[in-house]
């Protein structure tokens, strides 16, 4: 059964730091591009960042570009979103997506969605 699971979602304060990780099974993600979308409350899903599985080209949407980074660690058939510098625009459900063929910021382009993980950042 294929499956992408989400975790490291919580509460966290403006300025501060959290690492969102996206754990496959029923597949190897070595040969897939990997995203994160969110989508906020009333606000339409947004790809935020994503990993090429050629080689390892990522990109990030510019209103998170400087404060997440994304990547992937394919031992553990694991890809990580390290997000820092938090503001309260980011707080939203975060997904994990992946694709065999598609690399991009295109909802429909990923085969494979997370349920999420919710990240809110409020002092």
């Known amino acids: 059964q294929v499956q992408l699971v989400e975790s490291g979602g919580g509460l966290v304060q403006p300025g501060g730091s959290l690492r969102l990780s996206c754990a496959a099974s029923g597949f190897t993600l070595d040969y897939y591009a990997i995203g994160w979308f969110r989508q906020a409350p009333g606000k339409e899903r947004e790809g935020v960042s994503c990993i090429s599985s050629s080689d390892n080209s990522t990109y990030y949407a510019d209103s998170v570009k400087g404060r997440f980074t994304i990547s992937r660690d394919n031992a553990k058939n694991t890809v990580y979103l390290q997000m820092s510098k938090l503001k309260p625009e980011d707080t939203a459900v975060y997904y994990c997506?992946?694709?065999?063929?598609?690399?991009?910021?295109?909802?429909?382009?990923?085969?494979?969605w997370g349920q999420g993980t919710l990240v809110t950042v409020s002092s």
């Open positions: 997506v992946a694709s065999e063929h598609y690399y991009g910021t295109y909802r429909g382009g990923y085969d494979y």
